[in-house]
């Protein structure tokens, strides 16, 4: 179902790209979403209107809107972070230069509000000027998010615990992942004048499990699956649940060799420290620790969503939703 | 009168942004509208708004969203030209480096929607409507501008003449500096079903004279005074009207050290040669052959001004819009 949602919206997104136009523009748009992905927003979005009453059609938009912020949102934090890979090929950034990246992303950012622009004629203006406000609302927050991470790596923060990632990932990843597509699909199934949020608290646990096993795919995954560099989030000096988990539990020289590698820039990290940082993560055991927790999440999520969901928890869209937080844990890409 | 509507909207864009939040956010959304800009773009849409019946309360929320568009594409343009100063000091990224800049640009580009969205309360749905739409084709054509620009850059091509260049031009600097600021501030004057484009052609050719004067200003400018680093272009390899004049008028063998020039990146050039290019430059008198062009485009803004605005070319805000035809071309910053 994942498979055939994730298509759905893709085949919509790629369908509504602009053709010619200047070069490194439209066709670049284009690059990230045709590579695999895993869909899982647009389909979220689509499974959260059907199982409130709305067709696929009604959700389309919707769907095509959030997939498009994602790849915008991706192309950009690849620049920010300087990844190298991308769903198994070259960052955009990386093949194309900075520039024209950056130009991109923006594009891709346009491409978006113009999709949600569409549910006016399609919709009426009551619900278009409500996902308008929505969005507003998700860009707040990942921008937010997204403002906290790059400052923990600039100001080489070292001090941090659970809770402090657990609201940087309520912003950066549930809200935009999870929580955004959730209120877009039940709000243009309901109209403008209905509750949107009953699915805040399966998204946010949802959105956290899954940034959580992100992270610990980055460590041991494959990165034939994954698609990224493995480890890329050591030499980014990403500040993960694994990595804090560490910063708490190593010995005092662990910890000034630690500080000392999370000071340098990605260019003048070395890949022997990585292997050494890779090397105590794994003896500790965080990646272990932190799949415990997004499997404690996952669990949460499944409560939450069974109980937002009442009786539409055992229709078709209803189990795929209930389905996801096992999915989110349980993938290796 | 430029100084008194800057003010206005720097002021209330100032008061707009929000304060608290994490670090490395909102603190710097501030950073290049608190250093002097002219304010033209805010100006410009003030003006327009008063022609054609409005007040500065009507058109503020417009004068203030195309500032901080126009910040916003500042913040990202310097991160894509590797630019080293912006309004007589360091730039956003090369101050807080680019993970921090391409943020700040994304939220300020997100405040400008916000500030679009509030026209919705203040002026009703139908116009807030139309703005949005405007401001979808503004982003389009500066988009699309930016790709022709960073294209040429990136596939080294020399075989440029004037039509490309007013082409790139349009879309890059008018659009977005005089045709939108023109065209929201007469939609919020006069309601969603009138015609804006009363004012484009004069938009047009006022933002070609302006661009071709910055381009002039960056070779022959002061410092102090222009705020950004003398020459940057020619580092940067900008196909300026003044670098395309002198591709085709030079020798083959000049022609041969440009292209080898400007194959090379930013941080392959050297002092040396930026110095052999700017001297070109100045013995074929390219810089004084655009700025020719720039006061021709000048007078026709100005018939083209006074042929759309008519009798209301005589009001204190009519005659402030035909005075910015001169001023853009004889300013020295």
């Known amino acids: 179902m994942l498979e055939r949602y994730r298509s759905l919206a893709i085949d919509a997104l790629l369908a509504g790209v602009p053709s010619g136009g200047p070069h490194y523009l439209y066709d670049l748009v284009s690059e990230y979403p045709r590579r695999w992905g895993k869909g899982l927003r647009a389909a979220l979005c689509l499974a959260a209107c059907r199982t409130f009453g709305g067709t696929l059609s009604v959700g389309l938009n919707a769907a095509v809107t959030v997939e498009l912020f994602h790849n915008a949102f991706l192309i950009h934090d690849d620049i920010q972070d300087e990844s190298e890979q ?13 520039g024209v990246a950056l130009n991109v992303g923006n594009m891709t950012n346009l491409l978006a509000l113009q999709r949600l622009a569409a549910n006016r004629r399609a919709l009426g203006s009551g619900i278009a000027w409500r996902l308008f406000e929505e969005t507003q609302l998700m860009l707040r927050h990942s921008l937010e998010g997204q403002a906290i991470e790059v400052g923990w790596i600039r100001d080489n923060v070292c001090d941090l615990d659970g809770d402090d990632y657990y609201r940087m990932c309520l912003k950066k990843t549930s809200w935009y992942t999870c929580i955004y597509p959730c209120r877009t699909g039940i709000l243009v199934a309901t109209g403008p004048h209905d509750a949107v949020d009953v699915l805040d608290r399966y998204g946010w646990y949802l959105g956290a499990a899954f940034q959580i096993q992100d992270d610990a795919l980055n460590l041991v995954g494959d990165f034939a699956r994954y698609g990224k560099e493995i480890a890329g989030d050591l030499w980014e000096g990403k500040r ?15 910890r000034e060799r630690l500080v000392a590698f999370l000071r340098r820039t990605r260019a003048q990290r070395t890949a022997a420290e990585v292997r050494w940082l890779h090397g105590r993560l794994l003896a500790y055991e965080c990646v272990e620790s ?40 349980e993938r290796s890409r």
Not at 86 to 98: F, N
Not at 240 to 254: K, Q, S, V
Not at 314 to 322: K, N, P, S, V, Y
Request: glycine fraction near 12%.
């Open 86 to 98: 991308r769903r198994g090929a070259e960052t955009l950034h990386g093949e194309y230069g900075v």
């Open 240 to 254: 993960t649940l694994i990595l804090i988990d560490f910063m708490r539990r190593c010995t005092g020289d662990e």
């Open 290 to 329: 932190a799949r415990r927790s997004a499997r404690d999440l996952a669990a949460a999520a499944f409560r939450e969503g069974q109980r937002a969901l009442g009786p539409a928890a055992e229709t078709e869209d209803g189990r795929f939703l209930l389905g996801l937080p096992e999915y989110v844990v």
